[in-house]
């Protein structure tokens, strides 16, 4: 699947020039030019068919984005979560994490269905996923300078994991000094914290900020007001499914503003504030929110890390036809 390294290129303080790129995992067995022969216009179809949807709805790079994440956390970056449920099959996208949130899944059927029109049977949904979520981000950063995309030979699962998905995920909790991604070489808090940032973008339900909101004592009570309008205190009502951006100064755009508002004791969730409340992400949390670029960089490398986890290649998985379906 394709990889995050060199993902953000320099920002400019005034111009906000954007350049991400895509490069290879650091096994020999995957390469950035796999499908340069196979299917030389993924890349350009990926683009349009994301920039479509963004035109569209612009919360969906943020959609695709978290689709990605919570694909790689569970079981490797397999395309796992994109199975849909049948009588006798138990996918996840109705673990506790996904259920009446995870979405996107129509824009990456779309991709898949002009990819297979282009180059049948060649790309798998996996790398699919990790393509649109790069161009995702970059859409939603700046709307110019889409930079390279590739696709190292990623295969897609056969089963989900639904056994396996945790709750929350590990980008879910907060990171304490042993979190670690799992089934990847040792990585700190460090890495955890800057994956967070991905709430940059992004709305979250009620039912996943109401806690906080109404119980915590590290918030703004202004900012707790306000979010109180639209999120009742009494669960099983019509406000549960009520939506409050994940950053309130710039929920549509990809920056730093998400630890601004950490700083401002404005994160929408306990996991997010964690991140800022006396602990040793502290001062990670400053300097993201002073130094935009640090957290670009630091969010590519940790990217990396998390689309490197448990790669299947070869005989290992397939390339499905479907992306809601095991050929």
């Known amino acids: 699947m394709a990889t995050f390294s060199n993902l953000f290129g320099a920002i400019s303080i005034i111009s906000l020039v954007l350049t991400l790129q895509l490069a290879c995992f ?3 067995q995957l390469s950035p030019d796999f499908y340069a022969t196979t299917c030389p216009n993924l890349r350009g179809i990926v683009r349009v068919a994301m920039r479509e949807a963004i035109d569209r709805e612009l919360r969906l790079g943020a959609s695709i984005l978290r689709l990605f994440f919570h694909d790689c956390f569970v079981n490797g970056c397999d395309a796992s979560i994109l199975l849909d449920e049948t009588p006798t099959f138990t996918g996840e996208k109705n673990a506790l994490p996904n259920r ?29 996923l990790a393509i649109a ?13 889409m930079g390279s995309s590739t ?16 709750n929350p995920l ?43 909101i109404y119980n915590d004592t590290n918030i703004d009570p202004n900012f707790a007001a306000r979010r109180r309008t639209t999120c009742p205190s009494f669960a099983g009502g019509s406000g549960d499914d009520s939506l409050a951006p994940l950053d309130i100064q710039t929920p549509n755009r990809f920056g730093n503003d998400y630890y601004v ?9 306990h996991s997010d504030q964690e991140l800022f409340n006396g602990g040793s992400q502290d001062g990670l949390v400053r300097a993201y929110s002073g130094n935009q670029n640090a957290f670009y960089r630091d969010f590519a490398d940790a990217m990396v ?7 299947l290649t070869g005989i290992n998985g397939q390339i499905r036809r479907n992306c809601r379906v095991v050929n």
């Not at 297979?116 to 060649?122: H, K, L, P, R, V």
């Open 26 to 28: 650091a096994s020999a």
């Open 100 to 128: 009446n949130s995870a979405r996107g899944f129509e824009v990456i059927d779309t991709i898949k269905t002009r990819v297979e029109a282009a180059c049948s049977n060649t790309v798998s949904c996996a790398d699919i």
């Open 133 to 145: 979520a790069r161009d995702g981000v970059v859409l939603v950063t700046r709307r110019t300078n």
């Open 151 to 166: 696709g190292p030979e990623r295969r897609d699962n056969r089963k989900p994991s639904r056994r396996k998905h945790p």
């Open 170 to 212: 590990p980008i879910l909790r907060p990171p304490g000094p042993h979190l670690r991604l799992r089934r990847q070489r040792p990585t700190s808090a460090h890495d955890m914290t800057a994956l967070s940032g991905g709430h940059t973008i992004g709305f979250a339900r009620c039912t996943t900020f109401r806690s906080r």
């Open 261 to 269: 508002d950490l700083l401002n004791r404005r994160g929408l969730l």
């Open 305 to 311: 890390k998390m689309g490197n986890i448990s790669p």
